[in-house]
């Protein structure tokens, strides 16, 4: 265990918060994947970003969108907590406690969130399910509101490799986390694609990105708004 862990000193933060800041907590992955290659041991790290976090902030305002982090920092918190065990008649992978640092979440900023876990692979698959459902569970007891703008998570798991840097596996666990986003989204028709290629084209020829379409569009739609008062 990291000495003097650093629990960040977000506003949304409880007192029972566990989550650790960027910093600290990429200091553990890295010293954790120093022990883990040099004992044979095993250990993964999980990637969290919430799909769609930017229409909580714009639709419902920031207070909402802070409200959603610390449920997040919240539960992460107590599935980490609670024992991970495998299905019935297999041995059980860890049983945790606040004690145990088998498991550390760290708030990487804005609405993405890692965890780093000393387990093997079926015990990661756990802690991934085990959060998605705990998530699904949240959004459903909200306002219809919050559950309209279709709020969910992309996760991304890395395992590590024999010979493999703490660099590596964290932009595995990225990239893993980007392809789970990918997989989400609704298949495209032909006329949906036709569209999306000729706009960027023309993104291309008038130097823009399509990626800050979303951010032209807000900003276009307030110039309307106070052109219109």
């Not at 610390?70 to 918190?77: Q, S």
């Not at 998570?153 to 490799?161: K, W």
């Amino acid at each position: 265990m990291i000495p003097e862990r650093q629990f960040g000193s977000e506003s949304n933060k409880s007192a029972s918060d566990t989550v650790l800041d960027k910093a600290a907590w990429h200091e553990e992955v890295e010293r954790a994947v120093k022990e883990a290659q040099v004992n044979d041991s095993p250990l993964s790290v999980i990637f969290i970003d919430v799909n769609h976090f930017k229409e909580v902030n714009d639709n419902l305002g920031h207070t909402a969108g802070d409200e959603v982090i610390a449920e997040i920092r919240k539960l992460l918190t107590q599935q980490l907590r609670h024992s991970v065990s495998r299905p019935a008649g297999q041995r059980d992978i860890v049983s945790l406690s606040e004690a145990d640092d088998s498991f550390q979440a760290g708030h990487i900023g804005g609405d993405e969130f890692a965890i780093l876990c000393k387990t093997d692979d079926v015990g990661v698959k756990l802690i991934e399910r085990r959060v998605r459902k705990s998530f699904d569970e949240y959004m459903t007891s909200q306002d219809v509101s919050l559950r309209d703008l279709d709020i969910d998570l992309a996760i991304g798991v890395s395992i590590l490799q024999p010979g493999m840097t703490h660099e590596q596996l964290l932009s595995l666990a990225d990239y893993e986390m980007y392809e789970d986003k990918l997989r989400q989204l609704p298949p495209l028709t032909d006329e949906q694609k036709d569209v999306i290629v000729r706009m960027q084209e023309e993104f291309d020829r008038l130097g823009l990105r399509l990626r800050d379409i979303g951010k032209y569009a807000l900003v276009l739609s307030r110039q309307r708004a106070d052109l219109a008062e």
